[in-house]
């Protein structure tokens, strides 16, 4: 089972630069997408439903701004939109397809550098979904949880990580909650599994400014977080650098799991 996680930072310019053509030669049976950045009725049918697949999508109310989604080769028994936080889910920050016994999640959790009360709702939407996470972990059933989370965990997982220790997404006290989802909670962050001592290999976004993409200046923020027992069955990840799509870059992980 193949599942790829993508922040398209907009998936018409993601489209316009070659995006689908690529996911059509990837025999995905997930793909997660993230920062969407449009409405319902600014898709095509081509992104709707790409390569025959189905596509779910949780859409932002704000025009442009935020939105998530999921592409799967087989149709779920349920589709999940939002957290059930009006706030939270007025941003379009989360999806899940369920299945009989595997849930697939796509999440964009908000990120806080364009100023203090940003870096606030942050906080506020991290705190709510460590809830979420609990509960998640307590159904007893397999989840791959994909997305760009916002946060560079540990030094390794950063280029600059001595110049950024006091801004948002290297904060600690957002490192130490996604050490918590790790610890406390036993999920677990599939690529590093495979990968554990990995650096700039790892990096899956890179800043617009200045060279830091041909410099290989950049950050692990996006993963695919599962439950224990799906992640030991993780055989190969892979991160696509070769065509720019977005800021990011698709993390693909193959899992030797039946599917559903």
């Known amino acids: 089972m193949r599942v790829i996680s993508a ?11 070659g995006f689908l053509p690529w996911l059509a030669q990837q025999n995905a049976d997930f793909v997660c997408l993230q920062e969407l950045k449009a409405q319902a009725a ?32 087989k149709q779920p028994l349920q ?11 007025a941003e379009g920050r989360y999806i899940e397809l369920v299945y009989d016994k595997l849930s697939v999640i796509s999440l964009y959790l908000p990120s806080g550098s364009s100023g203090d009360h940003r870096q606030s709702a942050k906080f506020v939407f991290m705190e709510h979904f460590f809830a979420h996470l609990i509960d998640l972990a307590r159904r007893g059933r397999e989840v791959i949880l994909c997305g760009d989370w916002n946060i560079a965990h540990k030094e390794i997982d950063l280029k600059n990580w001595k110049g950024n220790l006091k801004n948002s997404g290297f904060l600690p006290e957002e490192r ?3 050490t918590r989802v790790f610890d406390e909670l036993a999920w677990v962050d599939v690529y590093r599994r495979l990968h554990p001592e990995a650096t700039g290999d790892a990096y899956t976004w890179w800043s617009n400014r200045g060279q830091a993409r ?9 993963y695919q977080i599962a439950t224990a027992d799906i992640a030991a069955t993780a055989t190969a990840a892979s991160i696509y650098k070769t065509d720019r799509f977005s800021d990011h870059a698709p993390l693909t992980i193959d899992y030797d799991y039946p599917g559903v």
């Open 176 to 178: 130490a909650w996604l």
């Open 79 to 89: 589709v999940i939109e939002g957290l059930g936080i009006p706030e939270i889910d």
């Open 42 to 73: 600014d898709m095509t049918a081509d992104m709707l439903n790409p390569d025959g697949c189905y596509g779910y999508f949780h859409y932002a109310e704000k025009k442009g701004y935020s939105g998530v989604g999921i592409i799967a080769r």
């Open 7 to 17: 922040n398209l930072n907009g998936i018409r310019s993601a489209v316009n630069k």
């Open 214 to 222: 041909a410099n290989n200046v950049g950050w692990r923020i996006d």
